[in-house]
């Protein structure tokens, strides 16, 4: 049992430590206004931060220099094309010889299958890359293709940036760039919009007004976040149907190429 039946009296406050208490009350108030108003400016912050992906880059040239330097140029004998830069995981491979190559072959690249063809007929035809705007040459091995989608994993003797895949569906009117090496003009940009999804070659065909020339192939078509939706492979002008810009929607990476399960 308590020592005391009643709690004992609190002190009346002098008037001195009334104002003082007050003046505390204010101060609290006024800090926990400010931390409010810091709180909303900073969601309010996070709001504008999410990028619609119709729009463009809020710092376009940032979002180009980022991508050159996951970009490659594919050289196989006489055959020029593009290549990409991606994130694999190594981890599950137990072969000691396939261990080996890709610790000697660190970098993982993306391209069309009909870029590096003849280099798959005739492994002793001469197998470089070109990195970014460097002008340095480095070898690499093919991996393994997928014909139909017209895509093949190359291992690059460099360790080089990968770029970051879209996690999304692309949508009609996003904002889009293709980025690669027609005519030998390494890095060069073109800009447009996702038109629409098609079957017309593969299942995984992405429409876009990014104008694809000779050796673009192989290279990323990438949103206006810098990543990647899918690999440039083909163009189509015709007379009746227009001008079509195709490229490989990421998905298709997983069908034969990796084992996305």
Not at 130 to 157: H, M, P, S, Y
Not at 179 to 190: L, R
Request: aromatic share 6%; glycine share 6%.
């Amino acid at each position: 049992m308590s020592e005391h039946l009643f709690d004992p009296p609190v002190p009346e406050l002098s008037q001195n430590q009334n104002k003082r208490s007050t003046r505390l009350v204010w101060l609290s108030l006024t800090i926990a206004i400010i931390a409010l108003i810091v709180s909303i400016s900073s969601r309010g912050g996070d709001v504008q931060e999410t990028h619609s992906l119709f729009d463009a880059p809020s710092d376009l040239e940032q979002t180009i220099l980022e991508v050159k330097q996951s970009l490659v140029t594919v050289e196989c004998a006489d055959s020029i094309g593009s290549g990409w830069v991606a994130e694999l995981d190594w981890s599950a491979l137990t072969d000691p010889k396939e261990i080996k190559i890709v610790e000697e072959f660190p970098s993982s690249v993306i391209t069309n299958y009909h870029v590096v063809k003849n280099c798959i007929a005739d492994d002793s035809l001469n197998q470089t890359v070109l990195i970014g705007a460097t002008g340095l040459r480095k070898e690499f091995v093919i991996w393994d293709w997928d014909k139909q989608n017209d895509l093949a994993l190359l291992i690059v003797n460099a360790k080089l940036r990968p770029l970051t895949y879209s996690t999304e569906v692309p949508k009609g009117g996003w904002w889009s760039m293709a980025i690669g090496s027609p005519w030998e003009f390494n890095a060069s940009v073109s800009i447009g919009n996702i038109v629409s999804l098609a079957k017309d070659a593969t299942d995984f065909d992405i429409i876009t007004t990014s104008v694809l020339n000779p050796g673009n192939s192989g290279g990323p078509l990438v949103n206006s976040r810098g990543e990647v939706m899918g690999t440039n492979t083909w163009r189509i002008n015709d007379a009746n149907l227009g001008l079509y810009n195709i490229s490989v929607d990421i998905d298709a990476i997983c069908v034969v190429l990796l084992d996305c399960d």
